[in-house]
């Protein structure tokens, strides 16, 4: 089974899926949870840093933490996306988007409610647009993968 996914997997989609899946769920909520919240946009981002630098940095006016959680967001956004790649793989565009989706609304469940254990202040961000960001970054990754995905596509002469 690993050799089965480890040949059929089109592991060059899964960094581009990745990289759109992760802009999406950064772009929502650096633009709605200020709205929603009344916080900085960038609140988000010193959050993603804290995971390394420790809970200190959600009050510095630093620019190391925003940095931190930028590089953090995507590695996370990369090794989600790789889960979702390999759950999702084969099975359509369709499969792609709603399973990414629901796959993106359980990293949210074990995200918020298992990093809380290790993390007691990232509870605080928790919110209806932390949700939604979720869901839509997995629908995003499974959509972008199986777009990318070229097990289905039929194989040019002399490329396998």
Do not use: C, K
């Amino acid at each position: 089974m690993i050799q089965s996914i480890r040949r059929n997997v089109t592991w060059r989609a899964i960094p581009v899926a990745a990289l759109a899946a992760g802009t999406v769920h950064l772009l929502i909520n650096v633009i709605f949870t200020p709205l929603l919240l009344q916080v900085n946009p960038l609140l988000i981002l010193r959050y993603m840093g804290s995971l390394v630098l420790g809970e200190g940095v959600l009050t510095t006016n630093s620019v190391v933490p925003i940095i931190v959680g930028v590089i953090v967001h995507y590695a996370l956004s990369l090794v989600f996306t790789l889960v979702i790649a390999i759950v999702i793989h084969r099975w359509g565009l369709l499969v792609g988007i709603v399973g990414g989706a629901i796959l993106g609304l359980a990293f949210y469940g074990i995200n918020l409610y298992t990093m809380t254990l290790l993390f007691s202040w990232f509870f605080a961000i928790n919110s209806a647009v932390l949700l939604v960001s979720h869901i839509l970054f997995g629908a995003v990754a499974g959509g972008v993968y199986e777009m990318l995905d070229h097990y289905d596509m039929p194989l040019r002469e002399g490329v396998q």
